[in-house]
């Protein structure tokens, strides 16, 4: 059964960085596009960012382009999703996804909280 572990959230402050990974097992991890989606209480999911199965291409939702980047080894099994110049705004709980013609896996989230 395919696994999904994220890690490297927290609290910080306008106009800092984090950097989130996600660490898969379980399954073909270089058969999956993966990407980071995240959510805040009482609104949908959002799609963030999302990165083809060979890494060649990426893609961010207009709100973090020029601030995030995603990034993935398949050969350590991880994605990356580097956060820089966040915002108040960004607060929310960010979540792994994988996603094949195999199926979809998704992880537990971290916490990302911008505040002053």
């Known amino acids: 059964q395919g696994q999904l572990v994220e890690s490297g959230g927290g609290l910080v402050q306008p106009g800092e960085s984090l950097r989130l990974s996600c660490a898969a097992s379980g399954f073909t991890f270089s058969d999956y596009a993966m990407s980071w989606y995240r959510q805040t209480p009482g609104k949908e999911r959002e799609l963030v960012a999302a990165?083809?199965?060979?890494?060649?291409?990426?893609d961010y939702v207009d709100s973090v382009k020029g601030r995030f980047t995603i990034s993935r080894d398949n050969n350590k099994n991880t994605v990356d999703l580097q956060m820089n110049n966040l915002k108040l705004e960004d607060t929310a709980v960010y979540y792994c996804?994988?996603?094949?013609?195999?199926?979809?896996?998704w992880g537990q989230g971290t916490q990302v909280t911008v505040s002053s």
């Open positions: 990165i083809t199965s060979t890494g060649s291409t990426a």
């Open positions: 996804n994988a996603v094949s013609e195999f199926g979809r896996y």
